[in-house]
T-cell receptor, first 114, second 113 residues
Framework: ETGVTQSPTHLIKTRGQQVTLRCSSQ?????VSWYQQALGQGPQFIFQ???????GRGNFPPRFSGLQFPNYSSELNVNALELDDSALYLC?????????????FGPGTRLLVL | QKEVEQDPGPLSVPEGAIVSLNCTYS??????FMWYRQYSRKGPELLMY????GNKEDGRFTAQVDKSSKYISLFIRDSQPSDSATYLC?????????????FGSGTRLQVQP
């Protein structure tokens, strides 16, 4: 069974640019959540996708957007990058969206905005 | 005030010690509680998952939940150098159709050989 994978592993962008991060869910999982983890902090919930629809969003501006594809892989897009967007971006997949389902995390994409 | 408070450490203990990690939370609607372990530059890995108040044991790990005090703990017995990592508590609400985890800021643990 393949775990959650993310690409790229590292990325450097400049302020104002746009970035796309990718995530492949664990086999059989139809729900993907994205988190932002700043250095020395716990992950913060960005949004969740279930069966290609957004299923909840945290306190992040609209320039953070996402997609989920029919194979349940997912993208996180960030427009107009700001210095504070520098962080580890984590993707987590689960069998279903409910609170009783365990979320399995990928290794993350480390984004540096200069 | 953050919804979930966790002492950032670092916590340094000798090999074989019993480690106690703690989180407090303010929202009584949190009902599911988890502990994740995160090694440097890696994603979090689920260690323990509990729902009810009381203790849950898994090998060297014991998770304790006290909902009346809004306090959760993770105990590690016979700690090993390989336990050196950041430990994140996380919790979620029961009444939502989505499972957004709210994390503490993490406690960095170092087990000295």
């Amino acid at each position: 069974e393949t775990g959650v994978t993310q690409s790229p592993t590292h990325l450097i962008k400049t302020r104002g640019q746009q970035v796309t991060l990718r995530c492949s869910s664990q086999s059989g999982h139809n729900t993907v959540s994205w988190y932002q983890q700043a250095l020395g902090q716990g992950p913060q919930f960005i949004f969740q996708y279930y069966r290609e629809e957004e299923n909840g969003r945290g306190n992040f501006p609209p320039r953070f957007s996402g997609l989920q594809f029919p194979n349940y892989s997912s993208e996180l897009n960030v427009n107009a990058l700001e210095l504070d967007d520098s962080a580890l971006y984590l993707c987590a997949s689960s069998l279903a969206p409910g609170p009783g389902e365990t979320q399995y995390f990928g290794p993350g994409t480390r984004l540096l905005v200069l | 005030q953050k919804e979930v408070e966790q002492d950032p450490g670092p916590l340094s203990v000798p090999e074989g010690a019993i480690v106690s990690l703690n989180c407090t939370y303010s929202n009584s609607a949190f009902q599911y509680f988890m502990w994740y372990r995160q090694y440097s530059r890696k994603g979090p890995e689920l260690l323990m998952y509990t729902y009810s108040s009381g203790n849950k044991e898994d090998g060297r790990f014991t998770a304790q939940v006290d909902k009346s005090s809004k306090y959760i703990s993770l105990f590690i017995r016979d700690s090993q150098p390989s336990d050196s990592a950041t430990y994140l508590c996380a919790m979620t609400l029961v009444d939502t159709g989505r499972r957004a985890l709210t994390f503490g800021s993490g406690t960095r643990l170092q087990v000295q050989p």
